[in-house]
């Protein structure tokens, strides 16, 4: 199943970042993806200053630029998070398309979020 994303560039994008982050912090913390609430404080996952800075690193590699080490203390949640680095990014539909890749590649093994899955309230 092909995952379905938004038409809007910067929407495109925030999404892909989102479920790129969601997949991310699943595999880094060994947790279901479904559990991960959009809008919980990420250091409420047990996020300490080692995991931050490498999935800082991580995000940043894929983005293609510089991150601060302070990035998930700036942005505390995944909504902010994402919405924040969307609002930062020019993107030409390159960087979410390579979000999407990662992303597919994962759920082609199961292993994913679903980038459209129904936010918490």
């Known amino acids: ?20 982050l969601t997949a991310r912090l699943s595999e880094v913390l060994g947790i279901a993806p479904e559990t991960i609430d959009d809008r919980r404080h990420l250091t409420s ?3 300490d200053s080692l995991i931050a800075f490498n999935l800082t690193g991580d995000l940043a590699e894929k983005l ?3 991150l601060p080490s302070t990035l998930l203390w700036d942005y505390p949640t995944l909504d902010a998070l994402a919405a924040g680095l969307a609002a930062q990014t020019d993107d030409n539909g390159e960087v979410a398309e390579s979000l999407r890749a990662d992303v597919g590649a994962q759920l082609e093994r199961g292993d994913g979020p679903s980038p459209t899955k129904q936010r918490k309230s």
């Open 64 to 66: 293609g630029r510089d």
């Open 1 to 20: 199943m092909e995952p379905k994303f938004p038409a809007n560039k910067k929407t495109q994008t925030e999404e892909a970042i989102r479920a790129w």
């Open 45 to 47: 996952y047990g996020i």
